[in-house]
């Protein structure tokens, strides 16, 4: 297969189709996105070689049980081994002997194909593309706030940063009714939350 490595250099390769260990399919990959974390692993952030991507939408070709094939699906990036003190507390994305799609450990999307846990997938609706199902990765991160900490509508937010990440966690606060103002760098960016009435300013 193809796939886009990086070994402290980037270059379009010719690697192996993988093979899924007990536990995990082979993907297809359909679409892959690009993240600013991709962006900084070239500049050698984590150390990371191999095949980059994390944001991703595919199709099922491989696994145990049968009725995920064919299945279009996302994933979360985080695999973890679930037999830990972290796991046995769900703190799943905190395990030590975790593998991160694309960033540590672990081949990414950047690829024809790559494999995850069955228990990392999650399938795609019908009505749903491939163009939007490719955010559901940084869509979840956004949303994750709110697992940690409680926005409340009487709470003011300032939210810094235009950025992809930055535009989802500010739609996420926004549904909260707090008193929010995202601060960025780019007028283009900052206009498509202003559509959506959140407030913005140019800095």
């Given at each position: 297969?193809?796939?886009?490595?990086?070994?402290g250099e980037l270059k379009l390769s010719s690697k192996p189709r993988p093979k899924p260990p007990p536990?995990?399919?082979?993907?297809?990959?359909?679409?892959?996105?690009?993240?600013?974390?991709?962006?900084?692993?070239?500049?050698?952030?984590?150390?990371?070689?191999?095949?980059?991507?994390?944001?991703?939408?595919?199709?099922?070709?491989?696994?145990?049980?049968?009725?995920?094939?064919?299945?279009?699906?996302?994933?979360?990036?985080?695999?973890?081994?679930?037999?830990?003190?972290?796991?046995?507390?769900?703190?799943?994305?905190?395990?030590?002997?975790?593998?991160?799609?694309g960033i540590w450990g672990r081949d990414g999307a950047f690829a024809e194909y790559l494999t995850l846990?069955?228990?990392?997938?999650?399938?795609?609706?019908?009505?749903?593309?491939?163009?939007?199902?490719?955010?559901?990765?940084?869509?979840?991160?956004?949303?994750?706030i709110l697992e940690r900490i409680q926005v409340k509508p009487t709470d003011r937010v300032i939210l810094?940063?235009?950025?992809?990440?930055?535009?989802?966690?500010?739609?996420?606060?926004?549904?909260?009714?707090?008193?929010?103002?995202?601060?960025?760098?780019?007028?283009?960016?900052?206009?498509?939350?202003?559509?959506?009435?959140?407030?913005?300013?140019?800095?």
């Open positions: 297969m193809k796939a886009l490595l990086y070994d536990g995990e399919a082979l993907i297809r990959v359909s679409l892959a996105g690009i993240c600013n974390t991709d962006l900084e692993i070239v500049k050698g952030y984590m150390g990371f070689q191999g095949v980059l991507g994390h944001e991703f939408v595919g199709i099922v070709e491989a696994a145990e049980e049968e009725g995920w094939l064919g299945e279009r699906v996302v994933g979360e990036i985080n695999c973890y081994c679930g037999e830990c003190p972290l796991c046995r507390r769900g703190l799943f994305t905190h395990c030590p002997e975790r593998t991160t799609l846990p069955l228990a990392s997938l999650h399938p795609v609706p019908e009505e749903i593309p491939d163009e939007d199902a490719v955010f559901v990765e940084p869509l979840a991160a956004a949303l994750e810094l940063g235009d950025g992809k990440l930055g535009l989802l966690v500010a739609q996420v606060l926004a549904l909260q009714g707090c008193d929010l103002l995202v601060v960025g760098h780019h007028a283009h960016k900052l206009e498509v939350l202003s559509k959506r009435g959140i407030a913005t300013h140019l800095g």
